[in-house]
């Protein structure tokens, strides 16, 4: 399992937002590079990076904090925020970013996200961001400031024979809120899916890591975590250990 530590850019910031509200909040530093080097240097393999003005607005205003942590650390990282066409696609893609999470998109132009997936193969990460649930609940666009008629399952089996590197599955009323990650959502949607799911949202602590392999599901490829590790609620060297040694 993977273990992504997220850096969420708004205005060139490194924030956490709660439930993604833009008016929830907290600014954790004005280096997102830096806190790149400190999470190399903790020993992450992948980082996850969120271009929040991107989300919110569908025009990322962090391509510059992007590419100094591209020239910054060697480390492969997967991407997502304001995605909307396939210039943009490509052009995240040629500046060395590895994986892309497409989620408004995912919704409103599925063709050409299954279109993406064949020019990039290995590259697409669809984002299920959920409110209510991993199977049952309904996804939201737009920065999560939209609610949308499509249950997570049904746009998670849409793209289930489209070639798609993973499922990035958050459930939205977790994210930020250090109320433990929907587990069992996870697994069931890997399993019902047929697709690897990362987990997203509400990671507290170390038991959320307990949690998510309790469920032995081998679908689960990894865990997105924030607010756990600025806060320090979560050690990076007792979480790495952890998974190193497959079990917690």
């Known amino acids: 399992m993977i273990l992504f530590p997220a850096i969420d850019m708004q205005g060139g910031q490194v924030v956490r937002l709660l439930h993604g509200r833009a008016d929830a909040v907290t600014v954790y530093g004005?280096?997102?590079?830096?806190?790149?080097?400190a999470f190399a240097a903790a020993g992450f393999s992948w980082l996850h990076l969120v271009d929040l003005d991107g989300a919110f607005s569908g025009a990322g205003a962090n391509a510059e904090a992007v590419a100094e942590i591209l020239k910054t650390v060697d480390l492969p990282v997967q991407l997502g925020g304001g995605i909307r066409d396939l210039a943009r696609i490509e052009d995240w893609l040629a500046l060395g970013v590895q994986r892309l999470v497409l989620g408004t998109l995912a919704v409103k132009n599925p063709g050409l996200v299954r279109e993406a997936c064949r020019l990039f193969?290995?590259?697409?990460?669809?984002?299920?961001?959920?409110?209510?649930?991993?199977?049952?609940?309904?996804?939201?666009v737009e920065g999560w400031a939209q609610t949308t008629d499509l249950t997570s399952l049904e746009l998670a089996l849409r793209f289930r024979d489209a070639g798609v590197a993973a499922l990035l599955y958050t459930d939205v009323g977790r994210d930020g809120a250090l109320t433990g990650v929907d587990a069992a959502g996870s697994a069931a949607l890997a399993r019902q899916s047929g697709l690897p799911?990362?987990?997203?949202?509400?990671?507290a602590g170390i038991e959320d890591l307990e949690a998510l392999r309790a469920?032995?599901?081998?679908?689960?490829?990894?865990?997105?975590?924030?607010?756990?590790?600025?806060?320090?609620?979560?050690?990076?060297?007792?979480?790495?250990?952890?998974?190193?040694?497959?079990?917690?």
């Open 30 to 37: 004005d280096d997102p590079a830096g806190q790149a080097r």
């Open 121 to 140: 193969p290995g590259r697409i990460v669809v984002g299920v961001d959920s409110k209510g649930g991993a199977t049952g609940g309904y996804v939201a």
């Open 197 to 203: 799911v990362i987990a997203s949202g509400g990671v």
């Open 215 to 248: 469920e032995r599901e081998p679908g689960i490829e990894g865990l997105v975590v924030g607010r756990a590790l600025y806060d320090g609620r979560l050690d990076p060297a007792a979480a790495l250990a952890c998974l190193a040694e497959a079990a917690c």
